[in-house]
Nanobody
Framework: QVQLVESGGGLVQAGGSLRLSCAAS????????MGWFRQAPGKGREFVAA????????KYADSVKGRFTVSRDNAKHTVYLQMNSLKPEDTAVYYC????????????????WGQGTQVTVSS
């Protein structure tokens, strides 16, 4: 089992920045690729960003390319999502996910999920 706990969400004005963290515990962190997803009210969960086990390969949704950066610190068992130039349409609950096959870019590719953290961007 892998336990994932997200933090760092909050309320920010449009154009601002937030950094989300996802702390992992349980099995060996470097065995897992990681992904970030989000779910806005009334919508399905969508892919945001993915990173492989070493951090050497990343993938982004077109809607966040150039604004969001995913990274990981394997020594700290933590994956991050730096979000810049935030827009109201980025408002959602953000989830991190872990799986054994990179990229974690679809719901079915994730084996474990965190509980989510709310990000609200005001206009």
């Amino acid at each position: 089992q892998v336990q994932l706990v997200e933090s760092g969400g909050g309320l920010v004005q449009a154009g601002g920045s937030l950094r989300l963290s996802c702390a992992a515990s349980g099995r060996t962190f470097t065995n897992y690729a990681m992904g970030w997803f989000r779910q806005a009210p009334g919508k399905g969960r969508e892919f945001v960003a993915a990173i492989n086990w070493s951090g050497g390969s990343t993938k982004y949704a077109d809607s966040v390319k150039g604004r969001f950066t995913v990274s990981r610190d394997n020594a700290k068992h933590t994956v991050y999502l730096q979000m810049n130039s935030l827009k109201p349409e980025d408002t959602a609950v953000y989830y991190c996910a872990a799986g054994t096959r990179y990229p974690i870019a679809t719901m079915s590719s994730a084996d474990y999920w965190g509980q989510g953290t709310q990000v609200t961007v005001s206009s």
